[in-house]
Structure formats: C-alpha cells, structure tokens
C-alpha cells in the first residue's frame, strides 16, 4: 500500500498532458539556477513532451548549456536500434537541441547488461560528486516515468529481484516481463527517487487497469517508486483514469 503523498493532476487528453508536462519540466528548470539533472523515460507516453521541449515555445525556455539528460532505463539493444530508449529522445529533441556532452546514454552497447549498469553508475556518481546519495541533495532535478500494463516502471519488474535492490544505483536486467523482450538496464528505486520532482505520464484508455490496479493500492513498482525528498505527481488524461477518480 502505498503510503506516502502523491498528487493527481487529471488533464483532458494526450495533448494537454504533454503540455502540463512541458510546463512542469521547464519551471523545475526555472527552480534550479545552476545545474540541473533531467532522467527521461522511454516508452510510447513521453514522445510528444519531447516533442514540445523541441519547439517554441519551450525550446526557448530550456537552459540547454545547463542541463543534463538522462535515461532511466534503456533497452541493452544498439543505439541504432528502433527500440533504444534515449536514441528515440534524441531523435526527437536531443540531437537538435542539447549539447552532445549533455547528453548520457547507457552503454547499450558494451559486453553485458550488467557491465551497462556498472558504467552508468560510475557516470552518474561522477555527475553527482559523491558515491553515496544524501537525501536532501537529490541526484535529479526530475525524474520522468511511463507505467507498464504489469505495473513496471524503468525496467524494474514485478516480482523481479531487481525492485528491492538498495545497494546499487543501477542494474541490469536479463530479461523483461514484457514485450519487447530484450535484456535491460535499469535505475534502481533508491536512485530514481533521489529527485526534486518525480513525474508520471499516463494517457490513454489503455492505461486505465493498471492505473486501477495502482489507485487500490496493490504492491506494484510503481507504488513503490517516489521522489524521497521532493514531489510524486501523476498526470493522467481522463481516458486513463478510472471513472472515480476523474475531477
Ligand atoms: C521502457 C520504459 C518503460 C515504459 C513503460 C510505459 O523501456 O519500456 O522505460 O518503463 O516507460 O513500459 O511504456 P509506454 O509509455 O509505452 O506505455
């Protein structure tokens, strides 16, 4: 059950939500006057708030020298590849926008997985100055999340070990629970939830069983992730909301 506050913003349709979203992403940006951490997600649901950070009127309000884009979980397939997360963000707005050394892909493309998620770790604690997370310093300004239909949020799993792990920031995963079944690397809860702000997109009538599932309160990955420190916020579209939980 989950026990800690989260806020549901109800939105109208894909559109608005993208919208809200871009909103949310360039005031937490406007809070930060210095360096700011940015974790995507990937995932059909952040497309079109990519979408908007690369254009006017938001590509003008984002700080591009002074922020830093990263992926909470990306497929372990070449960046080539249609699957990978952060190729498709930077596809969409990074290549265009951002500068190239702000820009962290995971290492889809080393030996393992698991040599990945090692990688990405040591970029990340090098980014942070520090290898161990102090909780009033998050490690992200925000955190953007999707939900999978079993309740999955980056790749970590239900039921998978994965979910409980605390000791690492990052991991990887051999193999997913759902489509497409490629091996995984993934943020870890304690790292996701090192944010200022951690942002959930739901849109879509798909959405609305697992978001039932979630709203009961059920032991799903994504009842369990939240910012530590800062601001759980789920924007949903009204098509992914169960009927009592719309207005
Ligand atoms: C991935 C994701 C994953 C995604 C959810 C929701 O690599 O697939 O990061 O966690 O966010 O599965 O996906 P949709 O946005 O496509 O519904």
Redesign the pocket.
Known sequence: MATFHREIIEVADAAALARAAAERVIARMESNPGRIAICL??????KQLYELLGQEPYKNQVPWDRVHWFI????FVKAADPLN?MSMARRIFLDRCAPAVNIHPIATESHSPYEAAHLYETELKTFYGATVLDPPQPLFDLVL????PDG????LFPGYPAVNVTDQWVVGVSEAH?APFVP?VSLTLPALGSCHEMLFELSGAD?RAILTRVLTGEDLPANRARAYEGETVWLCDSAALPENYRD
């Open positions: 997600t990937g995932g059909s649901s952040p909470g979980d990306d497929r997360n999340l999707g939900v999978g999955h949020i980056a790749s759902v995984r959405k």
